[in-house]
């Protein structure tokens, strides 16, 4: 028997015919995760077929099963194979995907020091020697986070060759196993164990083990020897003489890492929700996604185009239900950390005990143990972000992208690939419904639905007929020629203070962060930049290490706020602009009684930090929320009643065909956060643009108006989703060398596309990114543009270039 792999090495492409060992022939499946040899190595693998033939002679063994089940489903293979097609990722890259961090490993290379060796060493050999005496043999990716973005490899060559240091290649074990717990059971029956009880020690140690013993006794079940102790006052010893007394066992239990575990409780001593009265447009919705549920009918896509607070929530849980009760299980996406709070406990509350959480924030453990528990069915309902989609349910029936207009759907680092056409893809290969969810979705989305492609179902009202809140538009050129030099306008002052007043909730949302935009030289304009991205640097007077900083929002990069101008030697060092912290000092200057809390990157880096926040002002322990776009995104809060947007064209000027749907879409989606009870609501845009069209359209909640304006703006350019797009971007320390081998792949590029390859397709570029420089690399990228581009690049070398299908910005 043969085994076809795809190995973990995201740069090799293709697949490997291996020998099945005859030990391991009945144990071995597809999906299954094994150990390879590769070259001189030994790499992990994922089995994508099991054949009688081998395409070549003498294929190498497989050499060991890493884990007893398939690690992916029939499914998960052919959406593997799916997006390395459609996305020109590797398929190594994509598999890698779909395992749970720590679970998937990578071969590396073990350096160990031979001989130390400091005279006329240079700085990187100094490092190198220094870091292996104090920390012992180190793998390459070990030293790599000690180095940076440091070449140190061409210099350990170097050492090896001069028997300094030696190495050999590794494959590191997994970083996540299952956890154990010693536990204790009763051993013998309870009229036994407590005919023992005067016989269990001396006088000082007989009352513990009393204790113990007639806790366990009241226990049906094995239980965790913490609890044990806490109960009685024993110790160990104690229970280790009971069970040579025969009275007890003790041994060990393997229990889930559950990060629900917390909540879940909680939400178990709340009332759970009245069930609600659908309205007839939910009622409609439902209806026809579950004519499709039930199989009646092959199904396409289902946009679910409801306005904010239209109900959209109640249909996902509905429809949720009754996949279940069809003994299937649901994924629900969301796009933000940030929104799974609200909607787990919505979940939790429908279906106890048989959700489960998926996103980067949760330790190795917890992720491996959710994994492990949907892989073998104990879990309904996964809830997470984008990775939540490549869970290993076995029987999937139905998934939900909640909020699928938003970019955060889009993996901007490679492997790059789109969660929404993931999961539009993944339903058809699993049988299941596939429900899209929005307020704005995106132009293409819903050119896709107009067209018949997909079917659209609307929601246009909001439930319990509350209407959309009024949007007022404050020009912020008159506020200025009227004198008024703060941050807010006087319609955004005096609702703040009615609000207040009234006890009643406020949003002001900033598309930004920090304390200041930028950080400059009064004397001579220079602009404090980040040395490694070539962008300004943001001031933050708290929430980083040091009590004021400047910060790179791009690579994170830091530094104390200069004392003198690097350029011309002032001290006239000024800050300019606005962020959330100068949003939220302003407003407790003006209101020094009101309870301010700030949701932001800076704010929410703990674990559980938008729990806690979204927790506390939900439950009315603070008055206004300041915060950045995740305020945006499908928070249902009923006491808010003011939404204020204190710069509303951020983001209109940039040189990117998608910038005013961005826009559009934020704005319109903060803006519905008001108004979602009998209480009302009201919105205020504060702009120096008041008459561009994304604005004009998202202040009067048109949807349909702003489509038509787009789709006729993208049909004239040339743009989505009239044609398609192909975004290759060359990165590397040298600026020189970024743009030579930019004009070269044009070059080559062009001379394939006059040989007729692909008439139709349009080659833009080269030209530096928009943002040229990022985490110390010069960025050069090419576009093109066209009905198929992909094809142009098939057959192409292109290792080093990062290949995006489809990309949500030009930036």
């Not at 690690?71 to 997006?83: D, E």
């Not at 962008?535 to 900083?549: D, F, K, Y």
Request: proline letters at 6%.
């Amino acid at each position: 028997m043969f085994a076809r792999l795809a190995v973990n090495l995201p740069a090799v492409n293709g697949v490997f015919d291996y020998s099945i060992p005859d030990e391991l022939g009945n144990r071995i499946q597809v999906g299954s995760l094994v150990s390879a040899p590769f070259g001189s190595k030994v790499v992990q693998g994922v089995i994508l077929e099991i054949t009688d033939t081998s395409t070549i002679h003498d294929p190498k063994r497989i050499l060991d099963l890493l884990d007893p089940s398939p690690v992916l489903t029939q499914p998960l293979l052919g959406l593997a194979i799916q997006l390395s097609e459609t996305t020109l990722n590797p398929l190594a890259a994509v598999v890698g995907l779909m395992l749970p961090a720590g679970l998937s490993q990578q071969a590396d290379v073990l350096y160990r020091l031979e001989r130390p060796d400091l005279e006329s060493a240079g700085l990187i050999q100094k490092r190198i020697v220094e870091l292996l005496l104090k920390r012992g043999p180190l793998r390459g990716r070990q030293i790599d986070s000690h180095f940076g973005r440091v070449e140190w490899r061409r210099t350990a060559s170097t050492m090896i060759r001069k028997g300094i240091l030696s190495c050999k290649n590794v494959l590191p074990a997994p970083r996540v196993r299952p956890k154990h717990i010693r536990v204790a059971q009763l051993a013998v029956p309870p009229i036994e164990a407590h005919a023992a009880m005067e016989s269990l020690g001396t006088r000082q140690t007989i009352l513990r083990r009393q204790k113990a013993l007639q806790f366990l006794m009241s226990q049906p079940l094995a239980i965790n020897l913490s609890w044990v102790y806490a109960e009685s006052g024993s110790n160990l010893a104690d229970l280790q003489e009971l069970e040579e007394r025969g009275l007890i066992r003790l041994f060990e239990n393997e229990i889930f890492r559950d990060p629900l575990e917390t909540l879940e409780k909680s939400t178990r001593m709340e009332l759970p929700p009245s069930e609600m009265e659908l309205t007839q447009e939910q009622t409609n919705a439902l209806g026809e996604i579950l004519k499709f549920i039930s199989g009646i009918g092959d199904s396409p896509p289902i946009l679910l185009h409801g306005v904010t607070g239209s109900g959209k929530t109640e249909v996902y849980l509905r429809a949720t239900e009754q996949a279940i009760k069809n003994h299937k299980e649901a994924i629900i996406l969301v796009p933000e950390i940030s929104l799974t709070p609200q909607m787990v406990r919505r979940f939790l509350h429908r279906f106890p005990g048989q959700v489960g959480l998926v996103h980067s924030r949760l330790s190795d453990g917890e992720r491996y143990d959710t994994w492990r528990r949907a892989r073998i069915g104990n879990l309904k309902v996964i809830i997470g972000a984008r990775s939540a989609l490549f869970t290993p349910l076995p029987h999937p029936g139905l998934i939900v992208i909640d909020e699928c207009h938003d970019p955060s759907y889009h993996q901007s680092e490679p492997p790059f690939y789109d969660a929404v056409d993931s999961a539009i893809a993944y339903s058809r290969l699993c049988g299941a419904v596939c429900v899209l969810g929005s307020a704005t979705p995106t132009i293409e989305q819903r050119y896709m639905a107009e067209r018949g492609a997909w079917t659209r179902i609307e929601l246009p009202r909001r439930i319990k007929s509350k209407g959309l809140p009024a949007v007022e538009v404050v020009d912020m050129r008159q506020e200025f020629l009227t004198g008024n030099r703060g941050i807010f306008s006087r319609s955004l002052v005096e609702s703040l203070a009615e609000t207040i007043e009234r006890k009643e909730q406020a949003i002001l949302f900033l598309n930004r962060r920090g304390t200041a935009t930028y950080v400059f030289c009064r004397e001579c304009g220079a602009v404090v930049k980040c040395p490694n991205c070539d962008v300004p640097l943001t001031l933050h007077v708290e929430g980083t290490n040091r009590p004021e900083s400047l910060t790179c929002h791009r690579c994170g990069y830091e530094r104390q706020t200069p004392k003198k101008c690097s350029a011309c030697g002032s001290p006239q060092i000024r800050a300019y602009g606005m962020g959330s912290e100068k949003v939220e000092a302003e407003v407790k200057a003006l209101f020094p009684t009101a309870r301010t809390l700030r949701w932001d990157w800076e704010t929410t880096r703990q674990k559980n930090a938008h729990e806690i926040i979204l927790t506390h002002f939900s439950n009315h322990q603070a008055d206004v929320l300041i915060g950045t776009q995740m305020l945006a995104k499908g928070l249902d809060l009923p006491l808010v009643t003011l939404v204020g947007v204190v710069l509303a064209e951020v983001g209109l000027n940039f040189p990117d065909p998608f910038a005013s749907e961005r826009v559009f879409q934020l704005l319109t989606q903060v803006a519905g956060r008001a108004g979602r009870s009998d209480l009302g609501g009201k919105v205020i845009f504060q702009t120096f643009v008041p008459d561009h069209y994304a604005l004009q359209f998202a202040a009067k909640h048109d949807v349909d108006g702003f489509y038509g304006r787009e789709l006729g703006n993208r049909r004239q350019l040339g743009y989505p989703p009239f044609t398609k797009l192909v975004r290759l971007e060359f990165r590397h320390l040298d600026a020189a060398k970024v743009k030579k081998e930019a004009n070269a792949l044009a070059d080559r590029l062009k001379v394939k596309l006059e040989a007729g390859c692909q008439r139709s397709t349009e080659l833009i570029g080269p030209v530096p990114c928009y943002f040229e420089k990022e985490g110390g690399e010069y960025r050069w990228q090419i576009i093109l543009r066209g009905s198929n581009p992909q094809e142009v690049l098939r057959d192409l070398n292109l290792k080093d270039w990062r290949i995006e299908t489809d990309p949500v910005n030009l930036l």
